[in-house]
């Protein structure tokens, strides 16, 4: 990805993951360049949080995300397709807990 | 001439809005062409914040005037002559260290001064400085880490950050000369002492520029000019540009 073209950052990667309000846990909601991990916070918060979106930033260098391989797919998700049981769908939840 | 209070409001609005609209466009001018993306970003939000700020100072200076104008009657009805913010704002970016480096100077006076007329005597003044603190904070926060990674960077990135100081300077200490309205101003506690908020702006500053490594040119005179309306030919070209729209099709409306 670096160097790919003359505009490439010399920066670092760093994914973004923003909490929306109180009590709601933190959500990826993009990726920047940044020299550091202070100047991607900083620029986080230019480019994602403009319009109240967030309370709170976390980021994390790209490069210490191991990822599954898309490959991988078949062996490690397709086989809890049939098991719908293992959702919690079969209790009835009352109203007043509101969100879980 | 000492004005009455009232026109003193609103020769402090003019000035703040004024301030506010002319480095906003400057920045603005960036959209697009910063030297990253996340660069280009920020400084587009910070040009929107600011001229966000002047809307509220000029609505406030219309006012004020009680002749009717508008903020932006205020913004793109007036010829160079008659707008009153400072030749800092208004000199043209050869580089992105100037841009930084003016940013720097303003910002460090502008969230002091902000922060000041929060407590000012009078009520419209401090609603509108309310607004603005929190955001000249966080520019003033963002524009002096630059200053100090750049100063402190790379050989290059250092000389152009010097450069950038000695060619800005001269036109920072504008800010804090206070003319016969400033004095009324401060005599009628509407907003602070300038000479004093200036001491308070210097050692801030000096921190920041020890940081980053960079020297404070010493005996340097002091450009001045734009508080009574005589700017550098800069102001011109980006008013021409800013204008065109309303000088060409008066009363437009998007």
């Known amino acids: 990805m670096s160097g790919a073209s003359s505009s490439a950052s010399p920066w670092p990667l760093w994914e973004v993951f923003i909490r929306g309000q109180a009590g709601i846990s933190h959500r990826h909601v993009g990726s920047l360049h940044a020299a550091d991990a202070e100047t991607a916070l900083c620029n986080a918060r230019d480019v994602y949080t403009r319009r109240g979106e967030g309370v709170s930033i976390w980021v994390v260098p790209s490069a210490a995300i191991l990822a599954t391989d898309p490959d991988d797919h078949d062996q490690l998700f397709d086989a809890a397709q049939s098991k719908i049981y293992r959702h919690p769908s079969f209790f009835e939840v009352p109203e007043e807990i509101g969100h879980m | 001439m000492v004005l009455a209070d009232p026109a003193l409001v609103g020769v402090l609005g003019l000035r703040m809005g004024d301030n506010a609209l002319i480095l906003g466009q400057r920045l603005s001018e960036w959209c697009g062409h910063a030297p990253v993306l996340e660069e280009d970003i920020a400084t587009a939000n910070i040009a929107l914040d600011l001229i966000g700020q002047a809307s509220n100072w000029l609505k406030l200076a219309g006012e004020v005037e009680g002749g009717g104008r508008s903020a932006d009657d205020l913004a793109f009805l007036r010829d160079a002559r008659e707008f009153t913010n400072v030749l800092l ?105 300038l000479g004093e908020l200036a001491g308070e702006v210097a050692s801030a500053r000096t921190i920041v520029f020890g940081r980053a490594g960079l020297s404070v040119p010493t005996d340097v005179p002091v450009r001045s000019g734009g508080k009574s309306g005589l700017h550098s030919e800069a102001l011109g070209y980006l008013l021409a540009e800013m204008q065109i729209l309303q000088r060409s099709h008066p009363g437009a409306k998007w």
């Open chain 2, 89 to 193: 704002v208004e000199q043209p970016d050869p580089d992105f260290a100037h841009t930084l480096m003016r940013q720097y100077l303003f910002d460090s006076w502008h969230a002091e001064m902000l922060d000041r007329l929060v407590d000012s005597t009078e009520a419209r003044i401090a609603e509108v400085a309310a607004k603005s603190a929190k955001e000249a904070a966080y520019h003033r926060r963002r524009s002096a880490d630059l200053i100090v990674r750049l100063g402190d960077g790379s050989e290059e990135s250092h000389a152009r950050m010097q450069a950038a100081l000695d060619a800005l300077y001269p036109f920072a200490g504008e800010l804090d000369q206070p003319d016969d309205c400033d004095k009324a101003l401060a005599a009628a506690a509407i907003a602070p002492d």
